[in-house]
């Protein structure tokens, strides 16, 4: 399983993903399913991929090696796109391509198309923009409404996000609750693991601000997990019992 | 969908489940998923039923009326088994009836044969015990090592029961954590809703200690709910933010 999930906060981008991938509990492997896309002052884009490795791969070798548009024949890559909009569409077309080649057989096999990932980025001088695109290869974008989207195994770490982050939330904060959410994945699903991908990228920056590989032994990630369970205790430990009984 | 958890504590048990039912998000309604079967002094069982709900009240009706034991003829029913263990098993019994009756056609219309439960109680003079069974009959029992059970929508929920929830919390502490975790399950989870049932079952007590239903503005369950996103937040600012930037 994978863990993903991206913060679209007034400041900037907070990305973070999980390595581990598994095929049965008992082929447990690491890949990254962080892909940056940069050109300093001029653009970054990250992508984050969850679902069926081998589908996630060959999508993210599509975009590497470019898609030819059907209207001008021209081939079109994220380094090339003019917008995060035709990024994101470009996205979805790999997807679609993806399915083109793959699905037909997947189906004889009995496996399903799953892949989603999200996109998130900025061209200079144009809008920073958060997407999430789905299997079908249509996609939906984050506003200050809805400032956060995950892929994979989301649940467990949703109700920390539901409640603490918004548009207006600090980005190193996001940085903080991303990591909360994501140990909270890591506790309760043992297909999401260790190390995780972080990315900041702020607004107007049009490069990374931070890229960083967190290991197990971490000093900081290992504090947020120590810290986070014994606030939880001390937290429930301060609402009083009630007095139904 | 549904939410219905149990914690087999030390002190007894506490058990706690939704009440929505849903066709659809267009189609809901109300419907107890919360049964008792109680001759106070002799014994005390209370099942949660989640999945299908017209499988659930099959198999709550076969156990009001009782299934006929192969071997001796004789109708067993949750007031004459001598057991917990028998209990579940009379339970697994009915949920096999259910599929013998309905399963095929259920297949026919493409519908799963979805319907988990659980069970917990105590007959005087014999162990408190907590089962979960499972749509083919089979179940599993709480352990000192793992004592709480989910069914339904349990994710959103599990991680403060994770982190805080030992054989050895208190009971009431317990009613608390049950709380705390529906809470986060009926924010991300429009299917689950208020009101919610609460039963409070102690050791060797052979009869319900507490049993509420809580409302919609219930000051107790409001003051948990505003106190725990109040604490989360407090929690969150309180950890640093990382000094990798």
């Given at each position: 399983m994978t863990y993903c999930v991206a913060l679209h906060l007034r400041d900037g981008l907070v990305l973070l993903s999980d390595t581990r991938t598994n095929a049965g509990v008992d082929h447990i492997s690491t890949f990254g399913k962080m892909h940056l896309f940069e050109k300093p002052g001029e653009r970054v884009m990250a992508m984050l991929t969850a679902g069926n490795l081998a589908l996630s791969q060959a999508i993210v070798n599509m975009l590497a090696e470019g898609l030819?548009?059907?209207?001008?024949?021209?081939?079109?890559?994220?380094?090339?796109?003019?917008?995060?909009?035709?990024?994101?569409?470009?996205?979805?077309?790999?997807?679609?391509?993806?399915?083109?080649?793959?699905?037909e057989a997947l189906k004889e096999q009995g496996v399903p198309f799953d892949v989603s990932l999200l996109l998130g980025g900025q061209i200079a001088g144009r809008t920073m923009r958060l997407f999430q695109i789905y299997a079908a290869g249509n996609f939906i974008?984050?506003?200050?409404?809805?400032?956060?989207?995950?892929?994979?195994?989301?649940?467990?770490?949703?109700?920390?996000?539901?409640?603490?982050?918004?548009?207006?939330?600090?980005?190193?904060?996001?940085?903080?609750?991303?990591?909360i959410s994501m140990d909270?994945?890591?506790?309760?699903?043992?297909?999401v693991g260790m190390p995780i991908d972080l990315l900041?990228?702020?607004?107007?920056?049009?490069?990374?601000?931070?890229?960083?590989?967190?290991?197990?032994?971490?000093?900081?990630?290992?504090?947020?997990?120590?810290?986070?369970?014994?606030?939880?205790?001390a937290a429930h430990r301060a609402i009083p019992r009630p007095d139904w009984s």
């Amino acid at each position: 399983m994978t863990y993903c999930v991206a913060l679209h906060l007034r400041d900037g981008l907070v990305l973070l993903s999980d390595t581990r991938t598994n095929a049965g509990v008992d082929h447990i492997s690491t890949f990254g399913k962080m892909h940056l896309f940069e050109k300093p002052g001029e653009r970054v884009m990250a992508m984050l991929t969850a679902g069926n490795l081998a589908l996630s791969q060959a999508i993210v070798n599509m975009l590497a090696e470019g898609l030819e548009d059907e209207a001008t024949g021209k081939v079109e890559t994220l380094m090339s796109v003019p917008t995060m909009f035709r990024a994101a569409q470009l996205v979805g077309r790999a997807v679609r391509e993806a399915f083109r080649i793959d699905g037909e057989a997947l189906k004889e096999q009995g496996v399903p198309f799953d892949v989603s990932l999200l996109l998130g980025g900025q061209i200079a001088g144009r809008t920073m923009r958060l997407f999430q695109i789905y299997a079908a290869g249509n996609f939906i974008e984050a506003t200050a409404d809805t400032p956060f989207l995950q892929i994979g195994e989301h649940k467990y770490g949703k109700p920390i996000l539901d409640r603490a982050v918004t548009f207006d939330t600090d980005i190193y904060d996001g940085v903080k609750l991303a990591l909360i959410s994501m140990d909270s994945t890591l506790r309760s699903n043992l297909t999401v693991g260790m190390p995780i991908d972080l990315l900041v990228i702020r607004r107007d920056a049009a490069q990374v601000e931070l890229r960083r590989r967190i290991m197990e032994d971490d000093a900081y990630f290992r504090m947020i997990s120590d810290s986070w369970s014994e606030a939880l205790r001390a937290a429930h430990r301060a609402i009083p019992r009630p007095d139904w009984s």
